[in-house]
């Protein structure tokens, strides 16, 4: 993985899959570079044959190779990850396991299921945030305009958030631009950051903005993934519009995948 400057390294460690793409997905959402292992093992090859430190390491109690809490108190016994803090991923709620946990390292612990931004907050908490430029502000003001004249015309708006998961290498003014001559007039294309574009689609439902998003994909290359919130059914405002979609965004769901849309047409 190629690091970006002043990034923040996320290792998470957990024997469920889906665990494992949750918390990469949300935590990549908000700008973090994370690695994910399904074993003790398989994290401490990926910690040994790395130079960078870790800023962060989630590992859940229950592994196959190795409870949790023996990887902390080997993990520990290491001079560079004695100070990296450590923070426990788990169903086990009990007092005891919490016990253990911060007695073998760990300086956090969340319990599953848990909300993505319960896990931001903590690892903001732990390893920092990271700082990224975007266009959020500017998008929250064009919302709170087409939001009123939704208001007063007792119509729909609708908001696309399209993510990359790859790395965009300055294409993404050029995507922005070839999107803008596919859609509408009246629609808007911004350019959140340098992986997430955003659709304002005045008077439109959600039906209207998934036939936006299947036009759409067809002019992207690489893995994205889409997420949309309309009004007034989603937010009925320009900051639950957007928040729904980041979190939509991040959980995984509302979205169509480009590969996963050819899969199905070739069926």
Not at 3 to 28: F, G, P, T, Y
Not at 73 to 99: C, G
Not at 200 to 211: D, H, I, N, S, Y
Not at 227 to 235: E, L, V
């Amino acid at each position: 993985m190629e690091e970006r400057k002043n990034s923040k390294n996320i290792l998470v460690v957990d024997d469920s899959v889906l665990i494992r793409l949750m918390a990469k997905n949300i935590l990549e959402a908000e700008g973090y570079d994370v690695e994910a292992a399904a074993t003790a093992e398989e994290a401490i090859w990926k910690i040994k044959n790395r130079e960078k430190l870790f800023d962060l390491v989630i590992v859940d109690i229950n592994l196959p190779d190795q409870n949790g809490f023996e990887f902390i108190r080997n993990l520990k016994s290491e001079e560079k990850y004695r100070h990296i803090p450590v923070m426990i991923l788990s169903a086990d709620a009990k007092v005891t396991s919490i016990k253990e946990a911060v007695e073998a390292g760990a300086v956090d612990y969340l319990v599953k299921p848990f909300k993505a931004e319960e896990l931001v907050k903590r690892v903001e908490k732990l390893a920092g945030s990271v700082k990224k430029e975007d266009r959020y502000p500017e998008l929250k003001d064009l919302l709170k305009k087409e939001v009123n004249r939704a208001r007063r015309g007792n119509v729909n708006l609708s908001l696309v958030l399209a993510h990359c998961e790859g790395k965009m290498e300055g294409e993404i003014s050029k995507i922005a631009e070839k999107m803008r001559g596919k859609l509408r007039d009246i629609d808007a294309v911004f350019e959140i950051n340098e992986n997430t574009l955003a659709l304002v689609l005045p008077v439109t439902g959600r039906e209207g903005a998934e036939v936006v998003v299947k036009k759409i994909q067809g002019e992207l290359r690489g893995s994205w993934r889409y997420a949309i919130s309309t009004y007034p059914d989603n937010g009925k405002d320009e900051d639950e519009l957007i928040n729904f979609a980041k979190e939509s965004l991040m959980k995984g769901e509302s979205n169509l995948s480009q590969e996963d849309d050819k899969e199905k047409e070739g069926k």
